[in-house]
């Protein structure tokens, strides 16, 4: 009776043993399997947030969407063209070891004066605004014929987001050939706000037919992109000291 016991109590403990293993390796299997991005590879997303190993978080903010449309073009309208840049920056900056966040990843209304204070809470590296511009008709007569990539920054004495104005503007025309309006302090909300270096990219004029019809092309919104990108990387040289800067 007694060795029947302990046979009972040994083959128990097994099956305890075995559901606790069994366990372990679904949670395993879970973790590995699910909620994963492909963007040239596959990186794992916890929260919304996409992990890796980089030391830098960049915080994307396609301007406008939903019910504000932002400036209007003769095919397109701003709201579109910022969702498409934005998420191809998103690509291409995953593809380099950057972990991102983004305001929207769709056509969602987000109020302008609650970016900044969604930026701010993840603690992310840089802040970048993504907009296009559009020339009033009523206030310029050869307004078809303006445009031009220019980079916006809040002046703070205290802030680097000069120089990554700075870096953005010069790897956009160079890349882009448009004509250079220059980067310049402005008192924009988004910028205003943010607690993290930040700017917002005109990235040209949906009037200007020229223009508007280049961002119809996907590989030229990739070609942004990878400008975007690579201005973001000048900056963090010249932050480890690997490059000089005079802004």
């Given at each position: 009776?007694?060795?029947?016991?302990?046979?009972?109590?040994?083959?128990?403990?097994?099956?305890?043993?075995?559901?606790?293993?069994?366990?372990?390796?679904?949670?395993?299997?879970?973790?590995?399997?699910?909620?994963?991005?492909?963007?040239g590879?596959?990186?794992?997303?916890?929260?919304?947030?996409?992990?890796?190993?980089?030391?830098?978080?960049?915080?994307?903010?396609?301007?406008?969407?939903?019910?504000?449309?932002?400036?209007?073009?003769?095919?397109?309208?701003?709201?579109?063209?910022?969702?498409?840049?934005?998420?191809?920056?998103?690509?291409?900056?995953?593809?380099?070891?950057?972990?991102?966040?983004?305001?929207?990843?769709?056509?969602?209304?987000?109020?302008?004066?609650?970016?900044?204070?969604?930026?701010?809470?993840?603690?992310?590296?840089?802040?970048?605004?993504?907009?296009?511009?559009?020339?009033d008709?009523?206030?310029?007569?050869?307004?078809?014929?303006?445009s031009?990539?220019?980079?916006?920054?809040?002046?703070?004495?205290?802030?680097?987001?000069?120089?990554?104005?700075?870096?953005?503007?010069?790897?956009?025309?160079?890349?882009?050939?448009?004509?250079?309006?220059?980067?310049?302090?402005?008192?924009?909300?988004?910028?205003?706000?943010?607690?993290?270096?930040?700017?917002?990219?005109?990235?040209?004029?949906?009037?200007?037919y020229?223009?508007?019809?280049?961002?119809?092309?996907?590989?030229n919104i990739?070609?942004?992109?990878?400008?975007?990108?690579?201005?973001?990387?000048?900056?963090?040289?010249?932050?480890?000291?690997?490059?000089?800067?005079?802004v």
């Amino acid at each position: 009776m007694v060795v029947l016991i302990r046979a009972r109590y040994r083959i128990k403990i097994r099956g305890i043993v075995l559901l606790i293993v069994i366990f372990m390796l679904i949670i395993v299997g879970i973790r590995s399997c699910v909620s994963r991005v492909k963007s040239g590879d596959e990186r794992e997303i916890e929260n919304g947030v996409v992990v890796n190993d980089s030391l830098y978080k960049i915080y994307i903010d396609p301007g406008h969407g939903g019910s504000d449309p932002g400036a209007e073009g003769d095919r397109t309208e701003e709201k579109d063209l910022t969702l498409k840049v934005g998420l191809a920056l998103n690509d291409v900056l995953l593809e380099s070891n950057f972990q991102t966040y983004m305001s929207r990843v769709d056509d969602s209304t987000i109020n302008v004066r609650k970016r900044p204070g969604m930026a701010n809470e993840t603690d992310a590296d840089v802040f970048v605004s993504i907009h296009f511009n559009a020339a009033d008709p009523k206030k310029i007569n050869n307004y078809r014929s303006v445009s031009g990539i220019e980079t916006f920054y809040y002046e703070n004495t205290e802030s680097d987001s000069p120089v990554l104005a700075k870096y953005v503007q010069e790897a956009l025309v160079e890349g882009l050939g448009f004509r250079d309006r220059g980067y310049q302090p402005a008192d924009h909300c988004v910028t205003r706000e943010t607690t993290m270096p930040a700017i917002l990219i005109e990235l040209g004029f949906l009037s200007n037919y020229d223009q508007e019809n280049f961002y119809l092309e996907k590989e030229n919104i990739e070609k942004a992109a990878n400008c975007i990108k690579e201005g973001i990387e000048n900056y963090f040289e010249e932050k480890e000291g690997n490059k000089d800067v005079d802004v």
